[in-house]
């Protein structure tokens, strides 16, 4: 169905029966919506987009231009998808032999960011507020806060929910320069403090 009754789908762009879409929500020039997803509010979705069915789109996730979101896939609320990054969702795919019923799921949690020509090998989850660099390909399950970039993906750093690189001090304290938010490491692990 070509969802011309709704303002902010495309002309160019599918939206298939059995969908949900947020209020708000935007779908650019030739895009696709496969049935039985479900998109949240004021999210927006580039030009050359397909998500396929069952995705769960959270609220206020961008998706920039070319990219497909296969079955199996989450992105919760505040997800940030860079232009032409790429989802996997069969671990060992062949083109004679059907593997629908072992779809991975992939859980990219809320405020995460993937840059653009980034490879998410399916059944590894990104953490909430997580950067992924440009190109990265990410073989493994992707920690909250954490900077990963190359191929294997591995950790450079930290960074804050406002997206710059957290330095912390010897007692394993950082504040983000802009937001002045305080992080603390420990364990491998970091957490915002709390106010």
């Known amino acids: 169905m070509n969802n011309t009754s709704n303002p902010n789908v495309h002309p160019s ?28 509010k004021n999210c927006n979705i580039g030009q050359n987009v397909v998500v396929s069915p069952g995705v769960v789109l959270g609220n206020n996730v961008k998706i920039q231009n070319n990219v497909s979101i296969y079955t199996g896939v989450t992105c919760e609320d505040d997800v940030f998808l860079g232009p032409s990054m790429v989802f996997t969702n069969v671990v060992n795919p062949r083109s004679a032999i059907n593997r629908r019923g072992q779809y991975a799921k992939t859980t990219v949690k809320k405020g995460a960011t993937i840059g653009a020509n980034s490879t998410i090998v399916c059944g590894h989850d990104i953490g909430e507020y997580a950067f992924i660099g440009a190109g990265a390909v990410v073989t493994k399950h992707i920690k909250p ?11 450079l ?14 007692d394993g304290i950082a504040i983000c320069p802009e937001s002045k938010e305080k992080y603390k490491l420990e364990n491998g692990e970091v957490h915002k403090i709390k106010a």
């Open 157 to 170: 750093g930290w960074m804050s929910e406002y997206g710059h690189r957290l330095s912390f001090d010897k």
């Open 13 to 40: 762009a599918i939206v298939d029966e059995g969908c949900k879409i947020g209020e708000g929500t935007k779908v650019w020039h030739f895009s696709h919506i496969m049935p039985d997803c479900v998109i949240g």
């Open 145 to 155: 806060y954490a900077l990963v970039v190359g191929n294997p993906a591995k950790q």
